[in-house]
């Protein structure tokens, strides 16, 4: 009964040992982060109902988590479009204006070149797709005051190139900064198409 303690209590010991060892290999060089940008947004109308195309300038936050491979890194994470509004005059004259509503939750999956400058800077080259959970809203206002509501929120894809730097303030902090443009298929009848652009600016923290 001993000896089955003394082999049981090893086991044990050897099984946390070794799953130690597992967690800290697979934190090596992987990274948590958060971003911010400020983007242009553009919707394409399609139903031919306004006189124009919406758009507007928005904010963006971002969560994401990686793992660096020194000249490239891969990541995935969350990002919420802040909403957009837009008002137009509409090809209709019983109506004065329409105005369209948007915003979106996404979750992307991405990967990037980043060969080294120096030892404390790094460019970025890359690329990131997923799915865009798109809330868009249109209300058309008569010429009396009266207004008319119409929401949906449709999932779709969305499709982005990002282009910029990281600097390397020591080895467990990071800057991440540059230009982004993405492409979004809505979803939503009538305004299927939105492309966004604009700059970005990040923090990491590598384990």
Do not use: C
């Amino acid at each position: 009964m001993a000896n089955i303690a003394k082999f049981g209590f090893k086991t044990l010991v050897a099984t946390a040992l070794l799953s130690s060892v597992a967690q800290a290999n697979f934190l090596d060089n992987t990274y948590v982060g958060v971003e911010g940008a400020i983007l242009s947004t553009n919707i394409d109308a399609s139903d031919g109902w306004r006189t124009d195309d919406p758009s507007d300038v928005i904010g963006e936050l971002s969560l994401k988590f990686g793992k660096d491979f020194d000249i490239y890194r891969v990541w995935t994470g969350y990002s919420y479009k802040m909403e957009s509004s837009d008002k137009s005059g509409v090809n209709d004259s019983n109506y004065s204006n329409n105005e369209i509503k948007f915003q979106s939750h996404n979750i992307i999956l991405g990967a990037g070149y980043t060969p080294s400058i120096n030892d404390s800077f790094k460019a970025l080259i890359g690329a990131y797709a997923g799915v865009a959970i798109t809330k868009g809203e249109s209300i058309d206002t008569a010429n009396n005051g009266s207004t008319e509501k119409v929401g949906d929120t449709k999932t779709g894809g969305i499709f982005g190139l990002k282009l910029g730097g990281i600097y390397a303030i020591n080895d467990s902090n990071e800057i991440e900064f540059g230009l982004k443009s993405d492409y979004t298929s809505t979803g939503l009848e009538g305004y299927k198409n939105r492309m966004d652009y604009g700059a970005y600016l990040g923090y990491n923290y590598k384990f």
